[in-house]
């Protein structure tokens, strides 16, 4: 008897703003030029990784998806640029639950639809076709730019895991849960698109 194939499977998801689709390690030259807009890595309560290290997180990714507990794409803008990284990860597909998360982008694209086009595509696929019960956000307390981006996406508040991990410089951080429902979704998709149809 074959073992079933891991949930959920590769796939390129297309919009008129990005397009995501499966990181590779051929990805590695075109991401560690991406990173260098804006330096992202410089962020302290963020985990961008820096040009040097882009392989060793290209790596680390694909070691995730492997064990299925990842499945990382690569973004791409409209003129086919790639510009960011971001994931479906915590994958628990007993339960048809899993995170949208590990997310960077150039500074470039940074505010404009890009990121509205990516986690309507994302969320999309995952209530829709991966018929997910719940898709959660995770960020740092004191991310105040992305725990307001993931309200403005219509996610609701779980939740603080106090202590939950370490920044990158060592410091406790706490940690904000935010999801959206199954049933949630309809109204957080017409959302996104009309935020989409009125320029980002």
């Not at 086009?117 to 991966?130: I, P, V, Y």
């Amino acid at each position: 008897m074959n073992d079933p194939l891991p949930w959920p499977q590769p796939v390129t998801l297309r919009g008129p703003l990005a397009t995501l689709e499966p990181l590779s390690r051929e990805h590695h030259a075109p991401l560690a030029d991406a990173v260098e807009d804006g330096q992202l890595w410089k962020l302290w309560y963020t985990s961008v990784p820096t040009p040097d290290a882009m392989m060793a997180e290209i790596d680390r990714r694909l070691n995730l998806q492997a064990s299925g507990s990842m499945l990382p794409f690569v973004v791409r803008d409209a003129n086919n640029t790639i510009v960011g990284m971001t994931t479906f990860m915590h994958i628990d597909a007993a339960n048809r639950r899993l995170e949208i998360g590990s997310t960077w982008y150039a500074q470039r694209v940074q505010r404009t639809g890009l990121n509205t086009q990516c986690k309507l595509l994302l969320m999309s696929h995952a209530f829709e076709t991966l018929q997910c019960i719940a898709v959660e956000y995770r960020t740092s307390s004191l991310n105040l730019a992305s725990r307001r981006a993931i309200e403005r996406l219509g996610a609701k508040l779980d939740g603080v895991l106090r202590s939950h991990q370490r920044h990158r410089d060592g410091t406790l951080r706490d940690t904000c849960v935010y999801s959206i429902l199954q049933h949630e979704w309809p109204a957080v998709k017409s959302h996104l698109e009309f935020k989409l149809q009125a320029g980002g």
